[in-house]
């Protein structure tokens, strides 16, 4: 007879079963009801941010009277502004007076002002507004990353501040339909904008302030100082590393993950030069629709294109975009926050210059777009992931909002100097492109110097 099995020894300990256990198995029914109201005012923060990227073409030459690549990023530079100035002064208002009613009012902010870009009728209007909406923007990023990593639990944590930041995928389709129902009439797009305050009252009626938050209103921290944040190297040192983390995402995100659209309008456009020109005509370089209608290109052919160029990156390279988001959670359980960082970097760096040169067809630029936007936009679901994880719980949201809304002070930077290049001469769409994608190699660099997080308790 054999021996009979030593029960210690086959008996599931709760560590084993923990281990083993699906990520989500003990969340409960408030955490996930958390994890929707978060998410879906990121989503619509998405939209917002990315209605304008749509509709800007058709906003400008209307306010304007003529098409302008340059006013265009001059004002999406104001809106990185607004969201660094929303993102530290409503994440520092979040530690004060709690996570509720600091959402609510950033909700608020962003709906509201959106709304009333439909009554803008000149182009510093239209500025301002986008400067006030990036305040609510950037202040609901910071509340939300930091109220998700305080409701769940360690083991669930990354997965669940992932699928946060990845909801903002569905804005960007809501930005996408928005802007491809109304066409030209880009002022409609925006009344959809007022929608999300109806969240308020969801946010005030569901929302409960998380037990650490409640600790460190019962003690006597300096909750949301950005000297106490600064003035102590345990703190300081991650706040301004992951500034600039930060800031190599966001730099690249308006000037190399948006540029899929663009991209893929020069692909098209070129195609369009080459069915068109005459063998006595030198093809022009970057096609413009002036170029191409004086070639003989009908309205209509020009318009079809936008549109595709419109759909490739509203919709099909945002899917893969959102991919890469949801992905980032489990790489980052897996091999841990850094190497998960790592990978995506590296990786991004690769797929810029294969996707600005490599596909001839738009099928071709269509499979491709998905890779491109799960590596240049999958990095973003790390930044909910980690960032409130390096902080204690008197100076989460203001950290939080100092890194990732600070770093929109450097890649509004990094924007002007996309803008300046964009419109040089001698520099086509696709190497300027490929030369912004550098800055991916400087993510790389910090970090070496930030800590790794993975399976630690937040710092209290």
């Known amino acids: 007879m054999g021996a009979s099995p030593n029960p210690e020894l086959t008996a599931a300990t709760p560590e ?12 409960t029914r408030y955490q996930w009801l958390v994890l929707a109201i978060a998410s879906a005012g990121w989503m619509f923060d998405a939209f917002e941010g990315q209605l304008f990227n749509l509709t800007r073409g058709d906003l400008i030459t209307d306010l ?38 600091t959402m609510a009012l950033t909700i608020l902010f962003y709906s509201i002002f959106s709304g009333l870009t439909y009554f803008a009728t000149a ?22 990353a930091a109220l998700v990593a305080e409701v769940f639990p360690t083991r669930a944590r990354a997965r669940a501040s992932s699928i946060f930041h990845a909801t903002s995928i569905l804005g960007t389709w809501l930005a996408a339909g928005a802007g491809l129902v109304v066409g030209i009439h880009w002022r409609y797009a925006y009344l959809v904008g007022v929608t999300p305050a109806l969240l308020v009252f969801w946010v005030n009626t569901k929302i409960q302030e998380p037990a650490s938050w409640q600790k460190a209103e019962k003690s006597d921290k300096q909750r949301g100082s950005l000297r106490a944040l600064f003035g102590d190297v345990r703190w300081a040192k991650p706040a301004i590393l992951g500034m600039l983390l930060a800031a190599v995402g966001l730099g690249t995100f308006w000037s190399v993950v948006v540029a899929g659209q663009d991209l893929t309008k020069d692909m098209l456009f070129r195609l369009l030069a080459a069915d068109h020109q005459s063998a006595a005509t030198a093809p022009a370089s970057e096609p413009t629709k002036d170029s191409l209608l004086a070639e003989g290109v009908l309205p209509s052919e020009i318009a079809a294109a936008e549109a595709k160029a419109k759909f490739a990156y509203g919709i099909v390279q945002t899917a893969g975009g959102g991919l890469g988001l949801l992905a980032f959670g489990t790489m980052a359980e897996w091999w841990g926050r850094k190497r998960a960082f790592a990978i995506m970097h590296v990786a991004a760096v690769g797929i810029v210059p294969v996707t600005c040169y490599l596909p001839q067809t738009y099928g071709q630029m269509l499979a491709i777009l998905p890779v491109y936007g799960f590596f ?11 960032f409130p994880e390096l902080f204690p719980n008197h100076l989460r949201a203001t950290g939080t909002g100092v890194c990732f809304n600070g770093g929109r002070l450097f890649s509004a930077g990094v ?12 520099v086509d769409l696709r190497l300027a492109v490929t030369l912004l994608s550098s800055l991916f190699i400087g993510g790389l660099i910090l970090l070496l110097f930030l800590p790794e997080t993975k399976g630690r308790a937040l710092p209290e």
């Open 16 to 27: 084993t079963a923990a281990r083993t256990a699906p990520w989500y198995a003990g969340v």
């Open 64 to 101: 304007l009277g003529h098409k302008d690549n340059y006013w265009g990023d001059v004002c999406l530079a104001v809106f990185l502004v607004g969201g660094a100035l929303g993102g530290i002064g409503f994440g520092s208002l979040a530690d004060r007076i709690g996570r509720k009613p």
């Open 123 to 144: 182009l510093w209007q239209v500025a301002a507004l986008r400067f006030l909406i990036a305040l609510g923007v950037g202040g609901e990023w910071a509340v939300g």
């Open 376 to 386: 240049t936009l999958g990095i973003h679901a790390g930044y909910a992931v980690y």
């Open 415 to 426: 924007l002007w100097f996309s803008g300046v290049l964009k419109a040089e001469p001698n």
